[in-house]
């Protein structure tokens, strides 16, 4: 299969400076700080002639060059102030789950920093843990721990 895994996923939001240090909360570093817009190839393959704006690349673990990144792009051009998924039965992409270690430790050290959830962590399926937080935007994050190796789920 030519296709060999997820490489990127985009996060818009509507304040880097913002946003940045929630991702860096939950563990992601900064890689790259770039300016969005100015490259035209960028510009037609989205078909978005006049965007601009900027962005910040993210990684959990930088060592490890083959990880999937999180863009996390402030767009200042064109300018689109509407919420994320306001329900999670919408189409389309509604969230992003990070696999955690130590869920229950995670969720209160979040839950201190004033991080928003939708739940306390629960069981599902008897072998994984997960709970559902919100981004400063209002975007779903799940994180999820398995008690049980991953591999070998149903």
């Given amino acids: ?20 240090p929630f991702y860096e909360n939950l563990g992601f570093q900064t890689v790259l700080d770039l300016p969005t817009g100015g490259d035209s190839d960028l510009a037609t393959g989205l078909a978005m002639p006049d965007c601009s704006g900027r962005a910040a690349i993210m990684m959990l673990d930088p060592s490890e060059s083959r990880q999937a990144r999180l863009d996390l792009i402030e767009w200042s051009s064109p300018l689109d102030d509407t919420r994320p998924y306001e329900h999670l039965a919408r189409l389309g992409i509604n969230r992003i789950a990070l696999w955690t270690i130590g ?6 050290r979040l839950k201190k920093c004033g991080v928003e959830f939708l739940s306390e962590p629960l069981f599902m399926g008897g072998h994984t843990k997960f709970v ?3 981004d400063p935007d209002g975007v779903i994050i799940e994180l999820i721990e398995f008690h049980k190796n991953p591999t070998e789920l149903n």
Wanted: aromatic share 6%; hydrophobic share 40%; charged share 25%.
């Fill in 132 to 134: 559902c937080l919100k």
């Fill in 1 to 20: 299969m030519p296709i060999k895994a997820i490489f990127h996923v985009n996060v818009n939001c509507s304040n880097l400076d913002i946003s940045r």
């Fill in 103 to 108: 869920l229950d430790e995670e969720y209160q």
